[in-house]
Antibody, heavy 117, light 107 residues
Framework: QVKLLQSGAALVKPGASVKMSCKAS????????VSWVKQSHGKSLEWIGE????????NFNEKFKGKATLTVDKSTSTAYMELSRLTSEDSAIYYC??????????WGQGVMVTVSS | DIQMTQSPASLSASLGETVSIECLAS??????LAWYQQKSGKSPQLLIY???RLQDGVPSRFSGSGSGTRYSLKISGMQPEDEADYFC?????????FGAGTKLELK
């Protein structure tokens, strides 16, 4: 069965960076885009961007350009997102999700990032 | 960006009651609309895609409809396990955008 297993929660200091992972299993990793979604304040969802593992091609929400960097390791079927220059506004839960044509059909369990000194 | 205006922000329904949640897009999105359910402490789960297609495994009491800029999710017969947040999402144009969510509680 399809699974997306994300890395654990992170507590990071303001100004630092954090890199999280999303390990895919149960499907051909290179055939589907992997998107990343931010959930702030326990409610609203924002699409950050996506990466196509086969080619490394990316699409970003303009709001997150310069904030998020997306990469993949095809050998381990793992997608990564690095967030830089963290502020309190970056404290949120971050999900990876598989994009199947126009829909997000499988989601990781989420990574809680807390930015605090 | 396409704005997705979702209503109501919250509602309370009795067991067996039929409920509807609306989503209004700021421009036409050609049925590129999905609905997700998110239970407390869990990840979102896909319910409906292409405005009206039921995802595999989703109970048939869930249905979606709409066209152009107006879309809705209907739950025909509220069940205790339907208590959750619900979000609409458009995939017509980048960046993909979500509605602000509807909190559905059992009365």
């Amino acid at each position: 069965q399809v699974k997306l297993l994300q890395s654990g929660a992170a507590l990071v200091k303001p100004g630092a960076s954090v890199k999280m992972s999303c390990k895919a299993s149960g499907y051909t990793f290179t055939d589907y885009w992997v998107s990343w979604v931010k959930q702030s304040h326990g409610k609203s969802l924002e699409w950050i961007g996506e990466i196509y593992p086969n080619s490394g091609a990316t699409n970003f929400n303009e709001k997150f350009k310069g904030k998020a960097t997306l990469t993949v390791d095809k050998s381990t079927s793992t997608a990564y997102m690095e967030l830089s220059r963290l502020t309190s506004e970056d404290s949120a839960i971050y999900y990876c999700t598989r994009r199947n044509w126009e829909l997000f059909d499988y989601w990781g369990q989420g990574v809680m990032v807390t930015v605090s000194s | 960006d396409i704005q997705m205006t979702q209503s109501p922000a919250s509602l309370s329904a009795s067991l067996g009651e039929t409920v509807s949640i609306e989503c209004l897009a700021s421009e036409g999105i050609s049925n590129d609309l999905a609905w997700y359910q998110q239970k407390s402490g869990k990840s979102p789960q896909l319910l409906i895609y292409a405005a009206s297609r039921l995802q595999d495994g989703v109970p048939s009491r869930f249905s979606g409809s709409g066209s152009g800029t107006r879309y809705s999710l209907k739950i025909s017969g509220m069940q205790p396990e339907d208590e959750a947040d619900y979000f609409c999402q458009q995939s017509y144009k980048y960046p993909y955008t979500f509605g602000a969510g509807t909190k559905l509680e059992l009365k």
